[in-house]
C-alpha cells in the first residue's frame, strides 16, 4: 500500500488518542482490585527485591526472562512499591500501544480500514475476551505484544536491526517469544527466492536482523555475568523450564492447547473467528501460488509475514501445554491482524464485482454485526461478578498490624500474594516454594503422587540458609488448607524445616486462622525458650494398654498414647477396631527394625452420614518410623476426605515395610484434617498386625 497522504497526518494522532481513551475506559474499574492473578504478586515481589539492591535469580527466584520484573522495579520506583494501580495502569499503556502499533501496520499493508479494525479488535479482546484474573492483571505477554507488534512494524519501515532488537526485548519477557524471530526471517528468504538473490546477499540481510536480536540479550548476559548470577540466570531463566517445568506437559497438551484460541473466539466472537481464519486461508493460498501477477507478487510479503506472526506466536502459547488464558495474549496481535484483513478485504472485494448492489450491502451488514458483537462481548464481560479477593487477605492483614514495615515474611506455599497484601518484603529467595516441594503448577497436583523428583536440588538448604540469615517476622503455612493444593505439603512432611520452625517460632491465632486454611508461626521474642511439644500419655494407663499392637508371637503395649477426644478397642463386624478420635498418637517401641506392618484404617460413616449437620472435613493418617540412631522416615500419608469422595469412604487397607534398623519408635498419627479441624473426626485404625523379622 502507499505511505499516508499528507492530508491524512492527523488521523494517526487521532486514532492513538482514541485508543488510549478508549482502553483506559474500558480497565479503569479493574485499577484497584488486590491482584488479579498470583503472577502480579510475583512481579511485585521480585521488584522490591531488586530496589533493594538484589539480583534476580540469585536473591529472588522465578523462572521467567529478566524484563518484565526489572520494567516493574522501575515502575515501583517512581510510583512507590506495591503500586498495584500503577501495574494495571502499565498494563493499559502496553495495550494501547499495541493497538496503535497495530494500527499502523495495517494501515501500512492493506489500507486505514484494515488498520482501522485491527486496533478495534485488539483493544477490545484485549478486555473482553480472556478469564478475568487473566485480562486485566499486568502479565508478561503483553510486553510479549507490544514489542512483536512494534517488531513488525520496524522491519516494513526498512529497520531489519531495530525490528531484531524489539523481538530480542519479546524474548527477555518471556522464551516463547523467542519464535516470533521467525517472522521476519521466513520474508527475507522468501524475498531472496523471489527474486533469486544471491545466498550470501541473504545471509547479510539475516544477519542484521539476528544482530539487532542478539544485541539486548548480550547486554542482560554481560548485567549478570558482572553481578556473579550468570550461572543463576541460565538455570531459572532457561534449564529449569526444560528440564522441569516443560517436561509435564506431552506433545499431546501442547497440540491441544492450540485450539484453545479458537475455543475462546468462537464461544464469544465467532465472526472475527470466521473473518481470521478465511484470511489466513486467502493469504496461504496466494502466496502458494507459483506464478502470481505483479500486484500479487508485492502484497505477498505482508501475507507471509502476517502468516508466519500467526503460527509462531501461538505455537508460544501452545508451548506450554497448559490452557492459561494469558498465554494467548501472545498471539491476539497477529490474530487481530488476519482478521483485519479479512474484514477489510472482504468489503473492497465485494465492491470490486459485478454484483456490488448485493455484495457490498451483505458485507457491511457483516461489519455491522461484527461491532453489534463486540459491543455484546464487551457488555458480557462487564456484566460477570467480580472476583473474590484471595482468603489470605486476612492472615496478611494480621501480619501487618503486628510487625514493623522493615520486618520480613516468609510464606510455606504457592502464596506470594501474601507478601504483597502484607507489605511486607520476603525473607527468603524462595518466592513460594514450590521448587523446595517440587510442586509443579498445576500438574502434578494430585495428593497421592510424589514430587520428590522436580525438587531443585540445593533448595532446602539455601531456604534454611535464607530464613537463619534473616529470621522472619512470621512465617505462614499455608498447608493448613487446600491453599493452591498446598496441603499436600505439610511440615511435617519437611522434617528438618519443621524442628527449625518449632525451636523458633510459636503458634498464634490458630482458632482464626487455621479454619481459613493458613496457620500463622510469629518468631519468639528472644531469650524464650521453644516450647515443650505436647507429651502423651494424656490417655489413662488402663485404656492404653488395651492399643496392643498385634504380633504374631505377642502383643505390644504403647510406650506413648495420645488422643484427646478418647479411644478405645472394640469388635466391629469381625475386625479388631482401634478407634482413636483425630487428633491422636500411639508410638511402640520396636526392640529390632525390620517386617512389616499391615492393617486398615478409615473414618466411622456417621461421620460424614447425610443427616450429619457438621460432617467431618477429612482427616490424615499417617505412620512414622524414628530409628534409635536418630531421624524419622514417612512410612505412610494418606489424606480422607469421605465426605467429598467416594473412594475415601470405608476401610482403607495397607501394608508398609519396616526398615532393617536396630530398634526403634512406630508411630500412628492422625491428624485433624486441612482445616485443623476435629469436628466428626471419628477416625479409627483396623486389624493392625506387626510381621517382625526375627
Same mark, same amino acid.
Given at each position: 500500500?502507499?505511505?499516508?497522504?499528507?492530508?491524512?497526518?492527523?488521523?494517526?494522532?487521532?486514532?492513538?488518542?482514541?485508543?488510549?481513551?478508549?482502553?483506559?475506559?474500558?480497565?479503569?474499574?479493574?485499577?484497584?482490585?488486590?491482584?488479579?492473578?498470583?503472577?502480579?504478586?510475583?512481579?511485585?515481589?521480585?521488584?522490591?527485591?531488586?530496589?533493594?539492591?538484589?539480583?534476580?535469580?540469585?536473591?529472588?527466584?522465578?523462572?521467567?526472562?529478566?524484563?518484565?520484573?526489572?520494567?516493574?522495579?522501575?515502575?515501583?520506583?517512581?510510583?512507590?512499591?506495591?503500586?498495584?494501580?500503577?501495574?494495571?495502569?502499565?498494563?493499559?499503556?502496553?495495550?494501547?500501544?499495541?493497538?496503535?502499533?497495530?494500527?499502523?501496520?495495517?494501515?501500512?499493508?492493506?489500507?486505514?480500514?484494515?488498520?482501522?479494525?485491527?486496533?478495534?479488535?485488539?483493544?477490545?479482546?484485549?478486555?473482553?475476551?480472556?478469564?478475568?484474573?487473566?485480562?486485566?492483571?499486568?502479565?508478561?505477554?503483553?510486553?510479549?505484544?507490544?514489542?512483536t507488534?512494534?517488531?513488525?512494524?520496524?522491519?516494513?519501515r526498512?529497520?531489519?536491526?531495530?525490528?531484531?532488537?524489539?523481538?530480542?526485548?519479546?524474548?527477555?519477557?518471556?522464551?516463547?517469544?523467542?519464535?516470533?524471530?521467525?517472522?521476519?526471517?521466513?520474508?527475507?528468504?522468501?524475498?531472496?527466492?523471489?527474486?533469486?538473490?544471491?545466498?550470501?546477499?541473504?545471509?547479510?540481510?539475516? *544477519?542484521?536482523? @539476528?544482530? =539487532?536480536?542478539?544485541? #539486548?540479550?548480550? /547486554?542482560?548476559?554481560?548485567?549478570? $555475568? +558482572?553481578?556473579? %548470577? &550468570?550461572?543463576?540466570?541460565?538455570f531459572w531463566?532457561?534449564?529449569?523450564?526444560?528440564q522441569?517445568?516443560?517436561?509435564?506437559a506431552?506433545t499431546?497438551?501442547?497440540?491441544?492447547?492450540?485450539?484453545? *484460541?479458537?475455543? @475462546?473466539? =468462537?464461544?464469544?466472537? #465467532?465472526?472475527? /473467528?470466521?473473518?481470521?481464519?478465511? $484470511? +489466513?486461508?486467502? %493469504? &496461504?493460498?496466494?502466496?502458494?501460488?507459483?506464478?502470481?501477477?505483479?500486484?500479487?507478487?508485492?502484497?505477498?510479503?505482508?501475507r507471509?509475514?502476517?502468516?508466519?506472526?500467526?503460527?509462531?506466536?501461538? *505455537?508460544?502459547?501452545?508451548? =506450554?501445554?497448559?490452557?492459561?488464558?494469558?498465554?494467548?495474549?501472545?498471539?491476539?496481535? +497477529?490474530c487481530?491482524?488476519?482478521?483485519?484483513?479479512?474484514?477489510?478485504?472482504?468489503?473492497?472485494?465485494?465492491?470490486?464485482?459485478?454484483?456490488?448492489?448485493?455484495?457490498?450491502?451483505?458485507a457491511?451488514?457483516?461489519s455491522?454485526?461484527?461491532?453489534?458483537?463486540?459491543?455484546?462481548?464487551?457488555?458480557?464481560?462487564?456484566?460477570?461478578?467480580?472476583?473474590?479477593?484471595?482468603?489470605?487477605?486476612?492472615?496478611?492483614?494480621?501480619?501487618?498490624?503486628h510487625?514493623?514495615?522493615?520486618?520480613?515474611?516468609?510464606?510455606?506455599?504457592?502464596?506470594?500474594?501474601?507478601?504483597?497484601?502484607?507489605?511486607?518484603?520476603?525473607?527468603?529467595?524462595?518466592?513460594?516454594?514450590?521448587?523446595?516441594?517440587?510442586?509443579?503448577?498445576?500438574?502434578?497436583?494430585a495428593?497421592?503422587?510424589?514430587?520428590?523428583?522436580?525438587?531443585?536440588?540445593?533448595?532446602?538448604?539455601?531456604?534454611?540458609?535464607?530464613?537463619?540469615?534473616?529470621?522472619?517476622?512470621?512465617?505462614?503455612?499455608?498447608?493448613?488448607?487446600?491453599n493452591?493444593?498446598?496441603?499436600?505439603?505439610?511440615?511435617d512432611?519437611?522434617?528438618?524445616?519443621?524442628?527449625?520452625?518449632?525451636?523458633?517460632?510459636?503458634?498464634?491465632?490458630?482458632?482464626?486462622?487455621?479454619?481459613?486454611?493458613?496457620?500463622?508461626?510469629?518468631?519468639?521474642?528472644?531469650?524464650?525458650?521453644?516450647?515443650?511439644?505436647?507429651?502423651?500419655?494424656?490417655?489413662?494407663?488402663?485404656?492404653?494398654?488395651?492399643?496392643?499392637?498385634?504380633m504374631?508371637?505377642?502383643?505390644?503395649?504403647p510406650?506413648?498414647?495420645?488422643?484427646?477426644?478418647?479411644?478405645?478397642?472394640?469388635?466391629?463386624?469381625?475386625?479388631?477396631?482401634?478407634?482413636?478420635?483425630?487428633?491422636?498418637?500411639?508410638?511402640?517401641?520396636l526392640?529390632?527394625?525390620?517386617?512389616?506392618?499391615?492393617?486398615?484404617?478409615?473414618?466411622?460413616?456417621?461421620?460424614?452420614?447425610?443427616?450429619?449437620?457438621?460432617?467431618?472435613?477429612?482427616?490424615?493418617?499417617?505412620?512414622?518410623w524414628?530409628?534409635?540412631?536418630?531421624?524419622?522416615?514417612?512410612?505412610?500419608?494418606?489424606?480422607?476426605?469421605?465426605?467429598?469422595?467416594?473412594?475415601?469412604?470405608?476401610?482403607?487397607?495397607?501394608?508398609?515395610?519396616?526398615?532393617?534398623d536396630p530398634?526403634?519408635?512406630?508411630?500412628?498419627?492422625?491428624?485433624a484434617?486441612?482445616?485443623?479441624?476435629?469436628?466428626?473426626?471419628?477416625?479409627?485404625?483396623?486389624?493392625?498386625?506387626?510381621?517382625t523379622?526375627?
Amino acid at each position: 500500500m502507499n505511505a499516508p497522504t499528507r492530508t491524512q497526518h492527523w488521523l494517526p494522532w487521532m486514532v492513538a488518542g482514541i485508543l488510549a481513551v478508549g482502553v483506559f475506559a474500558l480497565r479503569w474499574p479493574t485499577f484497584d482490585f488486590k491482584v488479579w492473578n498470583v503472577d502480579e504478586a510475583i512481579h511485585a515481589a521480585v521488584a522490591r527485591t531488586l530496589l533493594d539492591g538484589g539480583v534476580l535469580y540469585r536473591d529472588a527466584i522465578d523462572q521467567r526472562t529478566p524484563l518484565t520484573y526489572y520494567a516493574v522495579a522501575a515502575l515501583f520506583r517512581v510510583s512507590g512499591e506495591n503500586n498495584i494501580r500503577a501495574m494495571h495502569v502499565l498494563a493499559c499503556a502496553l495495550i494501547a500501544a499495541t493497538a496503535f502499533g497495530l494500527f499502523l501496520l495495517g494501515r501500512r499493508w492493506w489500507g486505514t480500514v484494515a488498520g482501522l479494525w485491527a486496533a478495534l479488535l485488539f483493544a477490545v479482546l484485549s478486555s473482553a475476551l480472556f478469564y478475568p484474573g487473566d485480562t486485566y492483571a499486568l502479565n508478561t505477554e503483553w510486553f510479549v505484544a507490544c514489542f512483536t507488534t512494534w517488531a513488525a512494524w520496524a522491519f516494513w519501515r526498512g529497520a531489519p536491526a531495530a525490528a531484531g532488537g524489539l523481538l530480542g526485548l519479546a524474548f527477555l519477557s518471556k522464551q516463547p517469544a523467542l519464535l516470533d524471530l521467525i517472522a521476519p526471517l521466513a520474508v527475507l528468504a522468501y524475498g531472496a527466492w523471489r527474486e533469486r538473490e544471491r545466498w550470501s546477499r541473504l545471509a547479510a540481510r539475516m *544477519a542484521v536482523v @539476528l544482530a =539487532g536480536f542478539a544485541t #539486548p540479550v548480550l /547486554l542482560v548476559v554481560v548485567y549478570f $555475568a +558482572a553481578r556473579g %548470577a &550468570l550461572a543463576d540466570f541460565y538455570f531459572w531463566a532457561w534449564q529449569y523450564n526444560l528440564q522441569y517445568y516443560g517436561p509435564e506437559a506431552g506433545t499431546a497438551d501442547r497440540l491441544l492447547s492450540a485450539l484453545r *484460541a479458537g475455543q @475462546l473466539l =468462537g464461544a464469544h466472537y #465467532p465472526l472475527v /473467528l470466521a473473518a481470521a481464519a478465511g $484470511a +489466513a486461508g486467502f %493469504a &496461504l493460498i496466494r502466496v502458494l501460488q507459483l506464478r502470481p501477477e505483479a500486484g500479487e507478487q508485492a502484497a505477498n510479503p505482508p501475507r507471509l509475514y502476517l502468516l508466519a506472526w500467526s503460527a509462531t506466536s501461538l *505455537a508460544g502459547a501452545a508451548a =506450554g501445554g497448559r490452557d492459561y488464558d494469558h498465554y494467548y495474549i501472545q498471539f491476539l496481535p +497477529a490474530c487481530c491482524l488476519a482478521a483485519a484483513l479479512g474484514l477489510a478485504g472482504l468489503v473492497r472485494w465485494t465492491r470490486a464485482q459485478r454484483a456490488e448492489r448485493i455484495l457490498f450491502p451483505a458485507a457491511l451488514l457483516l461489519s455491522a454485526l461484527v461491532l453489534a458483537q463486540l459491543g455484546y462481548g464487551v457488555g458480557q464481560f462487564r456484566g460477570r461478578p467480580p472476583l473474590p479477593v484471595d482468603p489470605s487477605l486476612r492472615a496478611a492483614e494480621f501480619i501487618q498490624a503486628h510487625t514493623r514495615a522493615d520486618e520480613r515474611i516468609f510464606v510455606w506455599g504457592y502464596h506470594p500474594d501474601i507478601y504483597l497484601f502484607a507489605d511486607r518484603r520476603p525473607a527468603s529467595r524462595y518466592l513460594y516454594a514450590s521448587f523446595v516441594t517440587g510442586l509443579i503448577p498445576w500438574t502434578n497436583t494430585a495428593p497421592e503422587r510424589d514430587t520428590a523428583y522436580a525438587v531443585v536440588p540445593g533448595a532446602m538448604e539455601n531456604l534454611l540458609h535464607d530464613l537463619a540469615a534473616q529470621p522472619p517476622a512470621f512465617i505462614v503455612d499455608c498447608s493448613a488448607g487446600p491453599n493452591r493444593h498446598w496441603q499436600k505439603y505439610p511440615l511435617d512432611k519437611f522434617p528438618v524445616l519443621h524442628d527449625f520452625i518449632r525451636q523458633h517460632y510459636r503458634v498464634v491465632e490458630a482458632g482464626q486462622f487455621v479454619p481459613q486454611g493458613f496457620r500463622l508461626f510469629q518468631l519468639r521474642a528472644s531469650g524464650q525458650q521453644a516450647e515443650t511439644p505436647l507429651g502423651p500419655p494424656d490417655l489413662p494407663v488402663a485404656i492404653a494398654a488395651t492399643l496392643k499392637l498385634g504380633m504374631v508371637a505377642a502383643g505390644l503395649e504403647p510406650v506413648r498414647a495420645s488422643a484427646p477426644h478418647g479411644a478405645n478397642l472394640s469388635m466391629v463386624e469381625g475386625r479388631l477396631r482401634y478407634f482413636a478420635h483425630a487428633p491422636s498418637s500411639i508410638v511402640y517401641r520396636l526392640p529390632v527394625g525390620g517386617g512389616a506392618l499391615r492393617g486398615g484404617f478409615g473414618i466411622r460413616p456417621a461421620a460424614y452420614a447425610p443427616e450429619n449437620k457438621a460432617p467431618t472435613d477429612g482427616a490424615e493418617f499417617v505412620i512414622r518410623w524414628r530409628p534409635a540412631n536418630g531421624g524419622e522416615l514417612v512410612l505412610l500419608r494418606r489424606l480422607l476426605r469421605p465426605h467429598e469422595e467416594l473412594t475415601d469412604r470405608g476401610l482403607q487397607s495397607f501394608r508398609v515395610e519396616l526398615p532393617a534398623d536396630p530398634g526403634g519408635e512406630l508411630e500412628l498419627a492422625i491428624t485433624a484434617g486441612p482445616a485443623d479441624s476435629a469436628t466428626s473426626d471419628w477416625t479409627y485404625w483396623s486389624d493392625l498386625l506387626l510381621e517382625t523379622a526375627r
